[in-house]
């Protein structure tokens, strides 16, 4: 089998050069974020109420987390639902 390094750059440019890479990374990140969330609740054995309790908002709000296709989770949500299962958020520029 035949391995090309370059095959995720060539993804990259497909997917600018249909105006889709910006929503896609977004989506992906979302979706990683909603399940490193769902991955730490279940490790602390939090149900859904105990986790909002723990952020100080509604189980409304958590749900918006939780939803990958939702577009406005803030910064803070994701801050409160980090600290809520004993972990940072770590964001960075690549």
Request: aromatic share 2%; hydrophobic share 45%; net charge negative.
């Amino acid at each position: 089998m035949i391995k090309d390094k370059n095959i995720g750059d060539a993804l990259d440019d497909f997917l600018a050069d249909q105006g889709l890479l910006e929503a896609t990374e977004e989506q992906a990140i979302k979706e990683i974020l909603a399940d490193q969330v769902r991955e730490a609740m279940e490790k602390e054995g939090l149900t859904k109420v105990a986790m909002a309790r723990r952020m100080n908002t509604s189980r409304r709000a958590l749900d918006r987390l939780l939803d990958p296709t939702h577009p406005g989770v803030t910064l803070h949500t994701m801050l409160s639902a980090a600290s809520a299962v004993g972990r940072r958020l770590r964001i960075e520029l690549v």
